[in-house]
């Protein structure tokens, strides 16, 4: 299964719940706190964290799409 | 026949539950009995407020999570309607700038961002050694003076005020004045008169402040504002109040998270002993997210207007009429957390919403996090005999704040 990642900056509120649950994929602008996406196809091994991520965002600013790949 | 719908009305109204409610004095950490079923029976009701009106009361996590995120869904606490939290809030509606707090999108994201910066994973990481500093000092404070001690006093309060202090760049020493206006600005039984003086003091004083940065910038949030007041994107009034409202969210709030966590830990040992002997972070982290959970301290009700039409859960909202979210029954609610009732300091908590959700989650949540990451970590390992003073039953409980908390927090160890 192969997951991508989008961020949409201008719905991110910069309450760095993405950072703290997945801080390999995700990253903050240092100026305002808004989000960096550092991974757009993480590993499997990050996916959970990720899901977790794109549930706790306040602002649904993180879209996932998840392929099986066949 | 007007009439009699009308008295129908009024009848269906008055029967309706009260909005809100009062705890039983014997569970202080738990929403009131009346709210306590409604999560999993009527996650979507209807309840009174003080004016007479009747806005719908959200106490299901989904439906929650389903409306805070809702454009439609808004803060404008002048949309006629609006289910204000108190009389006091209602009168000075005119007085009442507008803020983060009351601005929808775009407006609010212009505010948001001009906030946000300082309170990154990467500057809240960066303070750690110094809020384990003020934490160590207070503690040493503690065990060098006589017992018992305010643990308020000696602990909850100072470390977030000198926190949100130093990261504002205002003196420590101004600390009393901000605490006696902060709260007086938001009591909601405050009179407005009280609540209004309270206000333009705090305004007034950040403001000077923000005046001498912009001749004399330093490393701090005030600075931040300064220049953006030179960059003409904000002016010295609107940029004072954003200072106010940094204050006001900043130090009261982790200052009851901390006591009545501490209560709260102290009347249940073995979940206590849990935070005293680890030194795992991670255990530390997932702890707090469960007292955040457990306690939820934003206990009266976030207050929202639909601007449209909405169906959520098999009701339609109507556009104009009032929605509260209470937050407490939503961290309470069965499908989102398995016994609810029972503090599980190892369960997986992180999806509460004692921060609220949606576009107007707390900005300072990742500072409080770790500051009560450091304090709950740090004082039962130092006083590992720490004790409650009083009984239980003497403790008086912040029932009339918008924060809940305790007043007093008497220990010995």
Redesign the interface.
């Known amino acids: 299964m192969t997951m991508q990642v989008e961020v949409d900056e201008s719905k991110c509120i910069a309450a760095g719940q993405c950072v703290l649950s997945a801080p390999e994929v995700f990253d903050q602008r240092d100026e305002d706190g808004i989000v960096v996406l550092l991974e757009q196809r993480p590993g499997a091994e990050l996916h959970e964290v990720v899901r977790e991520a794109a549930g706790l965002c306040p602002a649904a600013a993180i879209r996932l799409a998840e392929l099986v790949e066949g | 026949m007007a009439d009699t719908l009308a008295d129908t009305a009024n009848e269906a109204a008055a029967s309706l539950p009260e909005y809100p409610m009062a705890r039983e004095g014997r569970c202080p950490f738990d929403p009131p009995a009346a709210m306590r079923a409604l999560p999993a029976e009527r996650p979507i009701s209807r309840a009174r407020i003080w004016d007479g009106s009747t806005p719908w009361l959200i106490t299901g996590h989904a439906e929650q999570r389903t409306l ?2 809702d454009p439609r869904v808004s803060v404008d606490e002048h949309q006629p309607g609006f289910p204000h939290q108190s009389h006091a809030m209602a009168e000075t509606l005119d007085h009442r700038p507008l803020t983060i707090f009351n601005a929808d999108a775009p407006e609010h ?1 212009r505010f ?3 906030l ?2 300082p ?4 500057r809240v990481e960066a303070l750690r050694p110094a809020i384990q500093k003020i934490t160590d000092d207070r503690i040493d404070a503690m065990l060098a003076g006589p017992k018992p001690v305010d643990l308020v006093t000696a602990l909850a309060l100072p470390v977030p005020t000198v926190m949100i202090t130093e990261l504002l760049g205002v003196p420590y020493k101004d600390h009393e004045f901000f605490q006696r206006h902060g709260v007086t600005a938001v009591d909601r039984d405050a009179t407005p008169e009280q609540s209004r003086e309270s206000s333009t003091a705090l305004v007034t004083y950040l403001a000077e402040a923000i005046v001498a940065k912009m001749a004399d910038p330093a490393e701090d949030v005030l600075s931040d504002l300064a220049a953006r007041v030179k960059a003409g994107e904000v002016t010295v009034p609107d940029a004072a109040l954003m200072a106010v409202v940094l204050l006001i969210a900043g130090h009261e709030t982790s200052a009851n998270m901390i006591a009545l966590g501490t209560l709260a830990l102290l009347q249940q040992p073995e979940q206590l002993a849990l935070l005293r002997d680890t030194e795992d972070p991670k255990v530390v982290a997932a702890a707090v997210e469960e007292l955040l959970r457990y306690l939820t301290i934003a206990h009266t009700g976030q207050r929202r207007i639909a601007l449209e039409d909405i169906e959520v859960g098999g009701e339609t909202i109507r556009a104009g009429e009032g929605i509260i979210l209470d937050l407490p029954s939503a961290n309470r609610d069965p499908e989102a957390f398995p016994e609810p009732q029972r503090l599980d300091l190892t369960r997986s908590a ?2 509460h919403h004692a ?5 107007h ?3 300072g ?2 500072l409080a ?1 770790v500051e009560l990451q450091i304090v709950y970590g740090t004082l039962y390992r130092r006083i590992p005999t720490l004790r409650l003073a009083t009984e239980l039953e003497q403790i008086e409980f912040k029932d009339d704040r918008l924060a809940y908390g305790v007043y007093e927090l008497p220990v010995t160890w």
């Open positions: 805070f995120a994201t948001r961002r001009m946000t910066g309170f990154t994973l990467k992180r999806h921060f609220g959700f949606g576009i989650q707390c900005v949540q990742l996090r």
